[in-house]
């Protein structure tokens, strides 16, 4: 079965960046949509970024144009490069995997999606 793992998380100051990445095994090419979210405590968890199976990307308003994400299918890897850190992206971002192909539908509601990750703590502070 597919699985997938976060890392790269941690604490940076404001204005810092981190680069996440959430390894998938289980299969030799995935080809399934996929998404970050993240959760910070007592709030609900929001969609961060989405990529679409021809590598088409899409961002939540808050993090448009600081955000990039990214696919290499080769290691069957997905990163989220985050730039110009706020202490409003403080969370717990996770990866998870839509389980199919799709194309040019953004982020869904995180019930679409089947498979996730165990969560990689980004801490941003003054």
């Known amino acids: 079965q597919v699985q997938l793992v976060e890392s790269g998380g941690g604490s940076v100051q404001a204005g810092g960046s981190l680069r996440l990445s959430c390894s998938v095994s289980?299969?030799?090419?995935?080809?399934?949509?996929m998404a970050w979210f993240r959760q910070a405590p007592g709030k609900e968890r929001e969609g961060v970024a989405g990529i679409d199976t021809y590598s088409r990307t899409s961002y939540a308003d808050a993090v448009t144009g600081r955000f990039t994400i990214s696919k290499e299918n080769a290691k069957n890897t997905l990163y989220l490069e985050m730039n110009s850190l706020k202490h409003e992206d403080t969370a717990m971002y996770y990866c998870a995997s839509l389980g199919r192909t799709c194309g040019a539908w953004g982020i869904l509601a995180p019930h679409e999606y089947k498979i996730w990750g165990q969560g990689t703590q980004v801490t941003v502070s003054s």
């Open positions: 289980g299969v030799t090419y995935d080809t399934s949509c």
